[in-house]
């Protein structure tokens, strides 16, 4: 029967005349189907055959949701638009692959500690879409910085400029007067201290997002000035 959802390729046939190459054409269905019937027309008629090598569907793009941004050594849950009659399998490769311990359109990741691409395939009343959909979990990992301090040993009312040693691209660097919590003295990748009378440690720790790392030291070694 037919359901009123009818395409005409005739670019796809004007190349196949031209070049007597294969070319590959792309239908959107408006409707539902169960098969699809192939007419000549126009130039088409000047054609003794028409080879068809290939056919698959594909579904539409899987929306996923989640948290698809966490940090190091966590892990989060994706979930995976499901319509009536569909079911979802997950995998760790675009094809074949490792099928992951998930039945369901939620998946949870193991504990990650890199970037992660995981793929959706969908089977829709028995039949499997021919591309799965890709969904990657970026890892945030901000690394614990070494700190050079200059000078590290001074006199009483001088100050000192201590500085985070290769600093990485997209970190954020906050100093603070205390291995936990403190204050907030200055942020960025370099910090010039007030004048100081008492040997003084500071603290640096790295943020990329909401992950933050360990924080570093270091101490300021302030010598009295001779009466």
Avoid: H, M
Avoid at 11 to 39: N, W
Avoid at 139 to 155: E, H, M, Q, R
Avoid at 208 to 227: K, M, Q, W
């Amino acid at each position: 029967t037919f359901n009123n959802d009818r395409t005409a390729i005739n670019s796809l046939l004007d190349v196949q005349l031209r070049t007597g190459g294969r070319v590959r054409g792309t239908i959107k269905a408006e409707a539902a189907f169960d098969r699809v019937e192939v007419r000549l027309g126009g130039l088409a008629l000047l054609l003794t055959s028409l080879d068809i090598y290939g056919a698959s569907y594909k579904f539409k793009e899987r929306t996923i949701t989640g948290n698809k941004t966490i940090c190091s050594g966590q892990t989060t849950t994706l979930t995976a638009d499901v319509a009536l009659g569909e079911s979802i399998k997950w995998y760790d490769a675009a094809t074949a692959g490792n099928l992951l311990p998930s039945s369901t359109a939620a998946f949870t990741t193991p504990v990650l500690t890199a970037n992660t691409t995981y793929y959706v395939e969908v089977t829709r009343n028995g039949c499997v879409n021919s591309e799965r959909s890709a969904v990657l979990v970026t890892v945030n990992n901000p690394v614990t910085s070494t700190i050079t301090a200059s000078p590290s040993n001074l006199c009483a009312g001088q100050s000192s400029t201590i500085t985070v040693d290769s600093p990485v691209t997209g970190t954020t660097y906050k100093w603070y007067d205390a291995l936990t919590g403190g204050n907030l003295v200055f942020t960025g990748t370099s910090y010039t201290t007030q004048n100081l009378s008492t040997t003084t440690s500071y603290y640096v720790e790295a943020v990329i997002g909401d992950c933050v790392s360990a924080r570093s030291s270091v101490t300021l070694n302030v010598s009295p000035r001779p009466s």
